[in-house]
Nanobody, 123 residues
């Protein structure tokens, strides 16, 4: 069983940037696709970004395209999410998630989850 711990969230003014980190332990995640989701109070969980096992493919939700970058370092067993030009509507708990599907797209199963890190963007 993989354990994921997210960090890097915090309180940021609109227009600012954050880099979220996800540290994995228990086993290597180098063969897995990794995904970021977020959930705001009173809203359903939504997809943010995903990355294939080799980093050859990345995918982004329309709302964050152009101001979001997902990356990974398999040697360090780490995944990252860079968020730029933050908006109040980006306020949410951000979750790091893993899947044994490798290409990062059309992921239909999510096999391990972190507990989330809070991002709050002020106007």
């Amino acid at each position: 069983q993989v354990q994921l711990i997210e960090s890097g969230g915090g309180l940021v003014q609109a227009g600012g940037s954050l880099r979220l980190s996800c540290a994995a332990s228990g086993r290597a995640i180098k063969r897995d696709s990794m995904v970021w989701f977020r959930q705001a109070p009173g809203k359903e969980r939504e997809f943010v970004a995903s990355i294939s096992w080799s980093s050859a493919s990345t995918y982004y939700a329309d709302l964050v395209k152009g101001r979001c970058s997902i990356s990974r370092d398999n040697r360090l067993n780490m995944v990252y999410l860079k968020l730029d030009s933050l908006r109040p509507e980006d306020t949410a708990v951000y979750y790091c998630v893993g899947s044994t599907l490798k290409d990062g797209g059309n992921i239909t199963r999510f096999e391990y989850w972190g507990q989330g890190t809070q991002v709050t963007v002020t106007s």
